[in-house]
């Protein structure tokens, strides 16, 4: 098969802070997210999308949040990491699409500060990533301000 699709999902509940992770970028909120890592939905569930396209598992799995050594992590050290696996497996990335899921904070001012942030770590054109975001009308856990969501897809081809 010389392509692959991929999708990821990831969820924090909010917590003590003055800011949450998105996209490695550091994003002014009045709270924080409860997390083993740095807690970045979108850079986790890119992540995921990504491992799983390639069949390597999950972020679980290359990261335990049992093992010390990823306490406060930043994020982007994992998803260099697929990138690695990415060559190492002869993939390379057609597009990725992420959504956030959240009432506040506002994700439009910084996407494209993220996005290029994570085509520069994953070595492709910024018009391979896109990032949107979308609110859940006041339902559920994200529409409570709760927590923070997001999902990605990724399509890959062989090289």
Same mark, same amino acid.
């Given at each position: ?5 991929? %999708? ?13 992770m998105l996209?490695?970028? $550091? ?6 997210? !409860? ?20 069949? @390597? ?6 990261f335990?949040?049992?093992d010390?050594? =990823?306490k ?11 990138? %690695?696996l990415?060559?190492?497996? $002869? =993939?390379? !990335?057609?597009?990725?699409? !992420?959504?956030?899921?959240?009432? $506040? ?5 910084h ?7 994570? &085509? &520069?770590? @994953?070595?492709v &054109?910024v018009?391979?990533i ?8 006041? @339902?559920?856990f994200?529409?409570r301000?709760e927590?923070?969501?997001? %999902? &990605?897809?990724?399509? @890959?081809?062989?090289?």
């Amino acid at each position: 098969m010389n392509c692959r699709i991929g %999708q990821g999902f990831d969820v924090h509940a909010f917590g003590p802070g003055d800011h949450v992770m998105l996209g490695g970028v $550091r994003v002014t909120h009045d709270r924080g997210v !409860i997390a083993h890592s740095d807690g970045d939905v979108i850079l986790h569930a890119l992540c995921d999308a990504l491992l799983g396209a390639m069949a @390597l598992g999950d972020i679980g799995k290359h990261f335990p949040p049992s093992d010390p050594r =990823w306490k406060d992590a930043d994020s982007r050290l994992f998803l260099r990491h697929c990138r %690695q696996l990415l060559a190492e497996h $002869r =993939w390379s !990335i057609g597009n990725a699409d !992420i959504t956030v899921l959240c009432e $506040r904070p506002r994700i439009g001012p910084h996407a494209n500060a993220m996005r290029g942030l994570i &085509a &520069a770590d @994953l070595g492709v &054109a910024v018009d391979a990533i896109s990032i949107k975001a979308t609110t859940t009308e006041k @339902l559920g856990f994200t529409g409570r301000e709760e927590g923070i969501a997001a %999902q &990605a897809v990724c399509l @890959l081809v062989r090289e």
